[in-house]
């Protein structure tokens, strides 16, 4: 970070103010998730970046913590205990037949990290540990109940055989970009033999019309 007499005045004007926010977050009743999101609406900052001020800032609450970093050394890897609130936490709220979205759980993995006084990951990093943890069979057993969406990650093998020209007859409905007078976006038929490959049927038929 910058020295402190190397700051400017708006810099830290900008460090007291994160400060006061943080200090609402640290002393208030307000659950820490929420807490957060209100303090990055004030500050007109991410909830990350306002996780990232916390762990900053909590242990001595120093406003000079809150000041601009200048370059230096890349920030290591997260360690082995950020790793696991990721895991636990993605296993508990994530990987729920309700399929919730990773937003509100990287939230909660923020909010975890903090109060053990841990850097928070972004949601890239989390997002990026899924195909690490889990397998896309205990994905679609977990989060879509198994059934179907297990099932369409096994192989099919084999192929459409048609010994007679009706045997096996394709059929395509497709919303067709043409507009006619009186026929609000038609759909083109196109139903082709599988046996024999040619096309024999291509018509339009209006959107609202029924199939009999």
């Known amino acids: 970070m910058l020295r402190e007499n190397e700051a400017s005045d708006e810099a830290w004007a900008k460090a007291t103010r994160i400060g006061r926010e943080l200090d609402r977050i640290l002393d208030g009743q307000e659950p820490m998730r929420t807490a957060v999101a209100r303090a990055a609406s ?54 729920r037949p309700e399929q919730p979205d990773l937003a509100p759980v990287v939230d909660e993995i923020r909010a975890r990290c903090v109060s053990e006084g841990l850097d928070p990951p972004a949601y890239v990093t989390v997002s990026k540990r899924i195909p690490r943890l889990f397998t896309p069979e205990e994905i679609a057993r977990r989060r879509h109940s198994g059934g179907k969406s297990l099932r369409r990650l096994k192989p099919r093998p084999g192929y459409i055989r048609a010994k007679h020209a009706l045997d096996v007859v394709q059929i395509d409905h497709t919303p067709a970009d043409i507009q006619f007078v009186g026929l609000a976006g038609p759909k083109l038929h196109i139903w082709a033999f599988e046996r024999t490959k040619p096309v024999h049927f291509i018509g339009l038929t209006a959107a609202d019309t029924k199939r009999r």
Do not use: F
Not at 65 to 77: E, F, K, Q, V
């Open 42 to 95: 004030e500050l007109r900052l991410s909830t990350r970046q306002v996780y990232n001020h916390l762990c900053r800032y909590r242990t001595e609450r120093r406003v000079s913590s809150l000041l601009p970093r200048t370059g230096g050394a890349r920030r290591a890897r997260i360690s082995p205990a950020v790793e696991e609130i990721i895991s636990a936490t993605l296993r508990e709220m994530w990987l």
